[in-house]
């Protein structure tokens, strides 16, 4: 049994800044590739950002330069710097992970989501 609990999400201005968390835990072997996604109401879930076990990243379009995906293997969390935020980065924001549980399967898993609003 594996759980990712998000954190970190709120209500903050334009310009602002913001930190995401998602922490793994349970019957955890290894932790895969790791990232971050968000869906605004009626809109399609679109993936923010990601980040490999080994630390290569990537990020779409509307975050690079702004958002930043890291993660600490140690302790199975992986973060999401959000800064210039826009009324647009409004949505909800879903970790998602590949891990291999110690019973040697591997299984994709989400967060529960978090909301993110940018607003005056």
């Known amino acids: 049994q594996v759980q990712l609990v998000e954190s970190g999400g709120g209500l903050v201005q334009p310009g602002g800044s913001l930190r995401l968390s998602c922490a793994a835990s349970?019957?955890?072997?290894?932790?895969?590739?790791m990232a971050w996604y968000r869906q605004a109401p009626g809109k399609e879930r679109d993936l923010v950002a990601a980040?490999?076990?080994?630390?290569?990243?990537n990020y779409a379009d509307s975050v690079k330069g702004r958002f930043t995906i890291s993660r600490d293997n140690a302790e199975n969390t992986v973060y999401l710097q959000m800064s210039s935020l826009k009324p647009e980065d409004t949505a909800v924001y879903y970790c998602?992970?590949?891990?291999?549980?110690?019973?040697?399967?591997?299984?994709?898993?989400w967060g529960q989501g978090t909301q993110v609003t940018v607003s005056s």
């Open positions: 349970g019957s955890i072997s290894t932790v895969g590739t």
């Open positions: 998602n992970a590949d891990i291999l549980v110690l019973a040697g399967a591997y299984y994709d898993y």
């Open positions: 980040i490999t076990s080994g630390g290569s990243t």
